[in-house]
């Protein structure tokens, strides 16, 4: 039987009694749903998770994905679980109705996919990778572009990539290479290397219609000269499906995550590797950077999901495993107690539900704002949008940074068994390091936050969060028992505007690479303060819990909720005055560190 | 065709590490049990939705599934779940779990039926809780129809269906004539176990489990009828007719014992555990 890999009750403390998703149904667009629409599609994630991802976890790691005659062979259940969500409308579930989906807000559709991942993340990327080309196409291709791809990813048949790394062009995507020569005919021929394009070419799909970012001959140097093409494996025609010169050249061998291949892609070795064109040219990156932003939080998500599930394994164990007896009692005739018991061991757990629920909290509020900005217009609606644009390089490194100790601490709770493949913890460790590489490194998101989005408008968004956050700090100092972590917050709030300032004079000072040299440990006590916010939100939900005379379970939730915030506090957020003393300091030591003294 | 599917909510098997029992010992304590429909009445919904389609095209509806359950509000959200998955109304028989036993279920049912003339009933085997294995037997005594227990495949034929039903020795297959009781077993929902007069011979459903409810379905669940009716309406001054004297857990189970070699284990599984 599946074992627990999310805690159910979690979910629907943060959807309904936190974000309370339940009122935005009161406002267009969301009015068709209702609680009851969202509980049925909880359920149908718990289901998937249990029935389609599941059992197939361990297999699909000891089985990665080969390449065999063109094609990458993955697991059969794939295909099921694309059947599913393409047949269930899970695809298109939050698109506009519009573009042909059913509204469901984000931050729902985000539960549904923790849920999944939670599960199995590698099988869960695949309608995820799908939803996300399709977006992208339904946002900016035209109708009848659109139409010849999108009821086919919809109904998940053909799966959707997203095409931009090139060897010379990771993170560096101004560098793209590839090129799109035009034709007479309305189409674009395609030649150029891919590399480490997930779910390319599989086995499980019909078709793969990638999301290609190409530079048309002749195109400006740089980001403004890179566009966004539609380029299918097939492409189709009145007579049928016909082979589009998309080659699979290598399929990589990965640390973990490996039932979701990544491939190397040589597109125009025939010369016959037709693109078209999606929206105007010359403004690929920014198309695809709505795409980017919102699969950062799924990253986020992603991290957090992994660690939730490696949490309930090492829970799990720590109950059953007797080892040792308690410090005060070594009386050897006594039997061994549980590992959960001991004080260290417990440090452990709790630490890996700070990181869990804390991040969850954070990715929600993320999604959350985008649907509000849903149902808001003009300065409000511009408010969410500028929240969710800053705090979404938080949602996704804290989450990919932090998941990564959260499932090494999970590890070792099992001690000798955790570094065995008898029990999950170890497939857990290797799956989850991957959240800080894809989708842009922390590094470079800690360039985003502090060189672009922390700056932007004069701090603009900055003022706004540092509001956001004042407002629940306010809010705790009324409720017993929270004001001292209230005051604790505002210490650390003040402690990152201290930084915040110290570091945009140096900018203003024009040491732009002093500024930015430690930007990766700003965006650390960013995120650790972001992260204490959504902590202080969910003590302050708890607590109004406790309030509603709420039943024997409910009350043991919300008990046990308050323990975890109170360990962040304790453990978690002190942990922002390394860094920030440190970014303080600013005596450039990196940028000073010569190559040559690299021994 | 128009079928009538019983449904059960039942504490989910899993929390088995939740049940209380008080020290009176005279029910058993429920509180923060979760519930979920009878494994075996999800496969009888399953069943009736294979019967009323055809299996290539699913979002046709060709006949009427009507779920109806027993029990207090709460089960509204299974028959809501029903609903969602695909059955087109619902009943709800307003009562308490405490306040019912097979005999009451059976006769209610069978004043549903009366009313709602559907030409099958479909429900488990069995329900996970109880485990009696009572009430399809008893609702077709009671309408005197035509019945089937324990159905492994079923297909539709002029006036009525074949059954595959799994017993002992293996399998074996009644010709039941509408309108008839059928309880199903586990293998029913097998990818090529039900066939209605619409599916295509050698057809296979590309799945083995009850069919996941599609988003535009869920949402429009809160929408499709769902009628609310009173026990007494239904089955009159009837009260229980069998009672729970005591609940007990089952011993916890005792350390296990290393033996030397086969022969030893050989004498203790006949003389202690008397197994052999
Ligand atoms: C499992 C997996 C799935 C992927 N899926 C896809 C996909 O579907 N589609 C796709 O297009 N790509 C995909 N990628 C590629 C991924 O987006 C890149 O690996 C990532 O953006 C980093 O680029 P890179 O590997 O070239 O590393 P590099 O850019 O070479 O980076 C190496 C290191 O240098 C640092 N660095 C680089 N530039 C700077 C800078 N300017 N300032 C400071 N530090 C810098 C980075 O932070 C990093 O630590 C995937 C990768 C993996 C591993
Ligand atoms: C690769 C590898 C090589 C090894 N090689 C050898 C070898 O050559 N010879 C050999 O004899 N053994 C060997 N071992 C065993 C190794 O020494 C043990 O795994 C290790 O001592 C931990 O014991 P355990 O696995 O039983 O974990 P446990 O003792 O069950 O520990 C589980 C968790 O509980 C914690 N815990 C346990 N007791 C207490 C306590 N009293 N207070 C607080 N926390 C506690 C632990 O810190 C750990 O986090 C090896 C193990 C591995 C993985």
């Known amino acids: 039987m599946a074992p627990t890999v999310i805690d159910a009750r979690n979910l629907e403390f943060l959807l309904y009694e936190q974000f309370g998703v339940e009122s935005l149904t009161e406002h267009a667009p969301f009015t068709d749903h209702s609680r009851e629409t969202f509980d049925l599609a909880l359920a149908t994630a718990h289901k998937l998770g249990r029935e389609v991802l599941w059992p197939p976890f361990r297999e699909m790691d000891q089985e990665p994905p080969v390449l065999i005659d063109g094609r990458v062979r993955v697991h059969p259940s794939i295909r099921a679980l694309l059947r599913e969500c393409g047949q269930g409308g899970w695809i298109n579930a939050d698109v506009p109705v519009a573009h042909g989906g059913l509204q469901i807000p984000r931050t729902v559709m985000t539960a549904f996919r923790a849920i999944l991942a939670a599960a199995n993340y590698s099988t869960s990327v695949f309608p995820a990778l799908t939803a996300g080309a399709a977006h992208l196409l339904a946002s900016f291709g035209a109708e009848e572009l659109g139409a010849l791809y999108l009821p086919k990813m919809y109904a998940g048949e053909w799966q959707g990539t997203m095409a931009l790394t090139e060897p010379q062009a990771g993170s560096s995507l101004s560098d793209i290479r590839t090129r799109a020569t035009p034709t007479t005919e309305g189409h674009y021929l395609i030649h150029g290397q891919k590399i480490f394009i997930s779910a390319a070419r599989h086995d499980q799909a019909e078709n793969g219609v990638n999301l290609l970012l190409a530079r048309i001959d002749g195109a400006p140097a740089g980001v403004k000269g890179i566009s966004l093409f539609v380029v299918p494996d097939r492409r189709p025609t009145d007579s049928g499906l016909v082979d589009n010169d998309v080659t699979c050249t290598s399929v990589y061998h990965k640390v973990g995550y490996r039932g979701a291949p990544i491939t190397q892609l040589s597109l125009g070795d025939a010369g016959d590797c037709r693109g078209w064109l999606v929206g105007q040219p010359h403004s690929g990156l920014r198309y695809m950077f709505q795409m980017m932003n919102e699969a950062r939080i799924e990253v986020g998500l992603g991290a957090t999901a992994i660690a939730s599930a490696a949490y309930h394994a090492a829970l799990d164990y720590a109950r059953h495993r007797p080892q040792g007896r308690p410090i005060t009692s070594k009386d050897p005739a006594q039997a061994q107690v549980p590992i959960i018991e001991h004080a260290d061991v417990k440090r452990m757990l709790l630490f890996q539900r700070a990181v869990v629920e804390g991040s969850l909290s954070l990715v929600l509020q993320c999604t959350h704002y985008s649907d509000l900005a849903q149902t808001l217009q003009g300065d409000a609606r511009e408010r969410c949008e500028l929240l969710l644009d800053l705090l979404t390089p938080a949602a996704k490194s804290y989450p990919a940074e932090q998941a990564i100790l959260a499932v090494s601490q999970g590890l070792q709770c099992l001690g000798g068994y955790g570094y065995c493949a008898d029990f999950a913890l170890e497939q857990y460790y290797r799956d989850v390091r991957i959240h800080t590489i894809h989708e842009g490194t922390t590094g470079i998101q800690a360039l985003d936050l502090l060189g672009r989005k922390v700056v932007r408008d004069g701090g603009k968004a900055m003022f706004l969060f540092l509001d956001e956050v004042g407002t629940s700090i306010s809010e705790a100092r009324g409720v017993a028992g929270l004001g001292a972590h209230a005051a604790q917050l505002q210490a650390a709030l003040d402690r990152l505007t201290a930084v915040t300032q110290h570091l945009t004079g140096l900018a203003l000072e024009g040491k732009i690479d002093l500024f930015l040299a430690d930007a990766t440990l700003y965006l650390e006590v960013f995120g650790t303060v972001a992260v204490a916010w959504q902590w202080l939100r969910q003590a302050m939900t708890a607590e109004r819990g406790l309030e509603r005379d709420p039943s024997e379970a409910d009350a043991r939730f919300y008990r046990s909720k308050l323990s975890a915030f109170r360990f962040f506090f304790a453990y978690e957020l002190p942990k922002v005055e390394g860094p920030a003393a440190r970014l303080l300091d600013s005596d450039g030591l990196t940028l000073k560190t010569e190559e040559e003294l690299f021994a | ?276």
């Open chain 2, 1 to 276: 065709m128009k079928i009538l599917v019983a449904l059960k909510r039942v504490a989910d098997p899993a929390n088995h590490n939740k049940v209380k029992i008080p020290a009176a010992g005279d029910k058993i304590d429920t509180a923060g049990l979760e519930w979920q429909i009878n494994p075996f009445d999800l496969y009888a919904l399953e069943t009736a939705l294979r019967l009323t389609e055809d299996g290539k095209a699913p979002k046709t509806r060709l006949g009427e599934v009507v779920a109806v359950t027993l029990g207090p509000a709460e089960t509204e959200t299974n028959l809501r779940s029903a609903l969602a998955t695909g059955a087109d109304r619902a009943i709800r028989v307003d009562t308490t779990d405490d306040a019912l036993d097979g005999r009451l279920v059976a006769a209610a049912l069978q004043k549903l039926v009366e009313e709602e003339k559907p030409d099958l009933v479909l429900m488990g085997k069995q329900v996970v809780d109880g485990e009696n294995n009572y009430v399809g037997q008893a609702l077709a005594e009671l309408l005197d129809w035509p019945m089937a227990t324990f159905a492994a495949t079923i297909k539709e034929e002029a006036g009525g269906l074949l059954v595959g039903r799994e017993v002992d020795g293996g399998v074996s297959t009644l010709r039941v004539k509408f309108p008839a009781v059928v309880t199903v077993d586990l293998r029913i929902v097998a990818p090529d176990s039900v066939r209605s007069s619409k599916t295509a011979e050698g057809f296979k459903y590309p799945y083995e489990e009850v069919r996941f409810a599609p988003l535009p379905a869920i949402m429009q669940a809160k929408k499709k009828p769902l009628a609310v009716k009173k026990l007494a309406d239904l089955v009159g001054g009837a009260t229980l007719s069998s009672k729970y004297v005591k609940f007990e857990a089952p011993p916890a189970r005792k350390a296990g014992v290393k033996v030397k070699d086969v022969q030893e284990l050989v004498q203790k599984l006949a003389t202690e555990a008397k197994a052999i």
